[in-house]
T-cell receptor, first 117, second 115 residues
Framework: KAGVTQTPRYLIKTRGQQVTLSCSPI?????VSWYQQTPGQGLQFLFE???????NKGNFPGRFSGRQFSNSRSEMNVSTLELGDSALYLC????????????????FGPGTRLTVL | QQQVKQSPQSLIVQKGGISIINCAYE??????FPWYQQFPGKGPALLIA?????SEKKEGRFTISFNKSAKQFSLHIMDSQPGDSATYFC??????????????FGQGTTLQVKP
């Protein structure tokens, strides 16, 4: 099976702009989680989607949003970019089911490196 | 209560030695504890994971030891190789809708294995 893919791999934006990142999960996986990785804060959970519905959300401002499509592909959007949004954005997919609960293995993509100038 | 504390921050080991990384947690609702390995420019790769109903799990040179009463778990890398040089993250997750799809990560340990 192909792994998790993320596009683009690198992005450079300026403050105030918005950005959309894309993630294609492993075939058959319906759960997609997003994380932000920075040297200072480490890996932090943004949100998780299952069957086009956001099931869980981390402690990030409303500028961070996401969605999931019927084919399980997911996008995340960051509006009004700030310098502090510079990070590696990772998505992970798992075979977790509708009831969630018991956590299954999460498999990560290579990430999108976002630089905000 | 949602934190996972990882130590040491960095570790240097000679080739053939044992690398040991430790993690501690507070939330007794956590029931899944994976370890990830990350190389520069790559996403984290799942190495090995454990649930609290067992005290040890071994896969090849990698072993997780789990102490439920102490709320600690550790990764042991036996016969460490230069190719193991990477950053290692422990993580934890719990049951319930508020934990769905959410891994809480330790701060990471940068391992360098010297030839």
């Amino acid at each position: 099976k192909a792994g998790v893919t993320q596009t683009p791999r690198y992005l450079i934006k300026t403050r105030g702009q918005q950005v959309t990142l894309s993630c294609s999960p492993i075939s058959g996986h319906r759960s997609v989680s997003w994380y932000q990785q920075t040297p200072g804060q480490g890996l932090q959970f943004l949100f998780e989607y299952f069957s086009e519905t956001q099931r869980n959300k981390g402690n990030f401002p409303g500028r961070f949003s996401g969605r999931q499509f019927s084919n399980s592909r997911s996008e995340m959007n960051v509006s009004t970019l700030e310098l502090g949004d510079s990070a590696l954005y990772l998505c992970a997919s798992s075979s977790a089911g509708r009831r969630g609960g018991k956590n299954n293995e999460q498999f990560f993509g290579p990430g999108t490196r976002l630089t905000v100038l | 209560q949602q934190q996972v504390k990882q130590s040491p921050q960095s570790l240097i080991v000679q080739k053939g030695g044992i690398s040991i990384i430790n993690c501690a947690y507070e939330n007794t609702a956590f029931d899944y504890f994976p370890w990830y390995q990350q190389f520069p420019g790559k996403g984290p790769a799942l190495l090995i994971a454990i649930r609290p109903d067992v005290s040890e799990k071994k896969e090849g040179r990698f072993t997780i030891s789990f102490n439920k009463s102490a709320k600690q778990f550790s990764l042991h890398i036996m016969d460490s190789q230069p190719g193991d040089s990477a950053t290692y993250f422990c993580a934890a997750s719990g049951k319930g809708s508020s934990n769905t799809g959410k891994l809480i990560f330790g701060q990471g340990t940068t391992l360098q294995v010297k030839p």
